[in-house]
Nanobody, 117 residues
Framework: QVQLVESGGGLVQAGGSLRLSCAAA????????MGWFRQAPGKEREFLAH????????AYVDSVKGRFTISRDNAKNTVYLQMDNLKPEDTATYYC??????????WGQGTQVTVSS
């Protein structure tokens, strides 16, 4: 089993920045990739970005390219999401996830990000 704990959410004005963190504990030797998703009220959960654990390759959804940056610290089993130039439409609950292979196996509890205009 793997436990994921997110932190770093909060209230920020449009144009501001936040950095989310997600620490993994447990069977962390099985990490293939970790990623970030978000879900706004009334909307489906949306993929934002992922990073592979060994090669450190990244992928982003187009809506956050150039504004969000995913990174990881292997020694701390932690993945980060640096979010810059935040917009009101970025308001959502943000979740981190972990995949040991191709599917997302574990999810965090979510952290709220609210961007005021």
């Amino acid at each position: 089993q793997v436990q994921l704990v997110e932190s770093g959410g909060g209230l920020v004005q449009a144009g501001g920045s936040l950095r989310l963190s997600c620490a993994a504990a447990g069977r962390t030797f099985s990490i293939y990739k970790m990623g970030w998703f978000r879900q706004a009220p009334g909307k489906e959960r949306e993929f934002l970005a992922h990073i592979t654990w060994i090669v450190r390759s990244t992928a982003y959804v187009d809506s956050v390219k150039g504004r969000f940056t995913i990174s990881r610290d292997n020694a701390k089993n932690t993945v980060y999401l640096q979010m810059d130039n935040l917009k009101p439409e970025d308001t959502a609950t943000y979740y981190c996830a972990l995949a040991s292979r191709s599917s997302w196996d574990y999810w965090g509890q979510g952290t709220q990000v609210t961007v005021s205009s």
